[in-house]
């Protein structure tokens, strides 16, 4: 529980430099951007890339900026660019997958595995769950007629964004941009 806190706390304490809110401005732009490259395969799937600038903000700052930008994000996005009606639920679940990949990224090391682990917690609940609950409360269907088809979305995407991701993090670590972006003598 002192180790959630103290991780609690410091990811707290990157909202003070203004380099963290300068990063997240370049990393919000980036996402608003790949947004416009969905895919939209029926009313009830989409497949994006603008979740990976926010994953990176999960790595960099940890859960309370992870949360924080995947909330105003949601909301920026649909303010920019509306898609279907506007529901607090799926911000909810911005934040709630900004905090779980942040507790799980923030100040550990960019593993296959770790990057593995944290996609599937995150599906589970958020999209496949949550999701699939606001979905259904919006449209009027039933939830458990929702479900197989988000399943699957989800199982098939759960390896293909872990892999992508983990890619353009280790190939951000090994050029150095995670240190140039976190260095604290702008």
């Given at each position: 529980?002192?180790?959630?806190?103290?991780?609690?706390?410091?990811?707290?304490?990157?909202?003070?430099?203004?380099?963290?809110?300068?990063?997240?401005?370049?990393l919000a732009a980036i996402a608003i951007v790949l947004g416009y490259y969905t895919?939209?395969?029926?009313?009830?799937?989409?497949?994006?890339?603008?979740?990976?600038?926010?994953?990176?903000?999960?790595?960099?700052?940890?859960?309370?900026?992870?949360?924080?930008?995947?909330?105003?994000?949601?909301?920026?996005?649909?303010?920019?660019?509306?898609?279907?009606?506007?529901?607090?639920?799926?911000?909810?679940?911005?934040?709630?997958?900004?905090?779980?990949?942040?507790?799980?990224?923030?100040?550990?090391?960019?593993?296959?595995?770790?990057?593995?682990?944290?996609?599937f917690i995150v599906v589970l609940i958020c999209n496949v769950f949550f999701n699939?609950?606001?979905?259904?409360?919006?449209?009027?269907?039933?939830?458990?007629?929702?479900?197989?088809?988000?399943?699957?979305?989800?199982?098939?995407?759960?390896?293909?964004?872990?892999?992508?991701?983990?890619?353009?993090?280790?190939?951000?670590?090994?050029?150095?941009?995670?240190?140039?972006?976190?260095?604290?003598?702008?």
């Amino acid at each position: 529980m002192k180790k959630l806190t103290a991780l609690f706390t410091q990811s707290c304490q990157e909202a003070k430099q203004m380099q963290t809110i300068t990063v997240c401005g370049m990393l919000a732009a980036i996402a608003i951007v790949l947004g416009y490259y969905t895919i939209e395969i029926g009313p009830y799937i989409k497949i994006g890339f603008s979740g990976i600038p926010n994953r990176l903000v999960d790595y960099l700052f940890g859960p309370v900026i992870g949360g924080c930008f995947g909330g105003m994000l949601d909301l920026l996005k649909y303010i920019i660019k509306p898609s279907g009606q506007f529901f607090p639920g799926f911000t909810f679940d911005a934040i709630l997958a900004g905090v779980l990949y942040g507790c799980m990224f923030y100040q550990k090391p960019f593993t296959l595995r770790r990057v593995l682990a944290a996609k599937f917690i995150v599906v589970l609940i958020c999209n496949v769950f949550f999701n699939t609950l606001w979905i259904s409360m919006l449209y009027g269907k039933a939830f458990m007629v929702l479900l197989p088809a988000r399943v699957l979305k989800n199982l098939i995407m759960w390896p293909i964004d872990s892999v992508l991701l983990f890619s353009i993090g280790r190939y951000m670590e090994r050029i150095g941009a995670f240190k140039v972006l976190k260095k604290s003598s702008w």
